[in-house]
């Protein structure tokens, strides 16, 4: 079974069988390595999440705007 990294992981090695290493080979999701080349090590803490956006301010009603009789 090969070892492969892939691009979304690729601090993590997996094995895959050989029809999936083709399907990620075809998909181009391998990271392909050369000799020398520095795997970054895994993270013990992820990434700060971006701050979610404000909401938009809402606009005050204007009066007389409502269908009363």
Do not use: C, H, I, N
Not at 16 to 40: F, H, I, K, N, S
């Amino acid at each position: 079974m090969p070892t492969v990294r892939t691009t979304f992981r690729p601090d993590l090695e997996f094995e895959v069988d050989d029809a999936e290493y083709l399907d990620l080979q075809r998909q181009g999701l391998l990271v392909e390595e050369t000799a020398g080349q520095d795997v970054p090590p895994a993270t013990a803490t992820p990434a700060a999440p971006e701050p979610a956006p404000q909401p938009a301010a809402v606009a005050p009603k204007k009066p007389g705007t409502t269908k009363e009789s």
